[in-house]
């Protein structure tokens, strides 16, 4: 009886030691394979070569911290980048009216420059100092947007006025490109709920954006339809493709890719913030060449 306790004591003294021996081997692998993983920058995951519920455990463990790290260095990345694009971005839409202003002013201090073209000149700097303040004032909206502190006065707002005012304060400038705007609005329209100033911001970023890459064609409208408020902005945009449309709202994107001036493609990315942030639903369409930006207003 003594010898069978010896024996069983000598086997169960085997099997701890055997599963001690495999458990350190296990857990220097796990150390193997982390320190491999840091150091290559690889989406390997911990493997185990012995089954063992609590090393199964760590390792999952581990494993799923692995995974939010390199989400996070995704993301990471993705951010850097956008960042460092927004300031080669910005610095292109800063320096074209910078460079703009200086050259008019060395052409104003050159004596030899007559009285008459100096005050054009004035003029042009003047446009150009508004120009940049606007934009400045964009990239602060821009922040204040995207870090929700952009204050709303949501109330009762008539989409018809707003939209019939902020027409015939562009029709100087639909008349200058040549254009004579397609209207189809409707006065017996519900009101929606919406911040006025934001609303006029809205419409006057898409009427620009209209005026700023329609040729010919231009229409806008405004609509009831089972008890929402849709109102239409639409223009001929050959330029624009169906692999552009995704990016419509993003900042900075816009068609004119040489960004020959024409555009910061700031309005856009604005507009859509604002329309969300008021609880109403926008939507971008490409079809035969004509885009159409529709806002889904809640009443």
Known sequence: ??????????????????????????????????????????????????????????????????????????????????????????????????????????????GKTPEEEKKQYIDIVKKRGSALQLLIESFYDMSRLEAKEYKFDLKPVNLYSIMCDLIASFYNDFKGKGIEPTLDISESVLMVI????????????????????GDKYVLISLKQQKGRVITVFQNDAPTLSQEDLPHLFERFFTADRTRSGKSTGLGLAITKELVEQMGHNITPELIEGKLSIMIEWKT
């Open 194 to 213: 919406a911040d006025e100033g934001g609303v006029r911001r809205i419409l006057s970023n898409l009427i620009q954006n209209m005026l700023r890459y």
């Open 1 to 110: 009886m003594l010898w069978l306790i010896i024996i069983l004591l000598i086997i169960a003294l085997v099997v701890f030691i055997t599963l001690y021996f495999i458990s350190s081997r296990e857990i220097k692998g796990i150390n193997d394979q982390l320190e491999l993983i840091n150091n290559s920058q690889t989406n390997s995951k911990i493997l185990l070569s012995f089954s063992n519920r609590k090393l199964e455990r760590l390792a999952q463990k581990i494993n799923i911290n692995l995974e939010e790290k390199q989400k996070t260095e995704i993301e990471y990345k993705r951010m850097d980048k956008e960042l460092r694009q927004a300031i080669a971005n910005m610095s292109h839409d800063f320096r074209t009216p910078l460079t703009s202003i200086i050259g008019y002013l060395q052409l104003i201090e050159d």
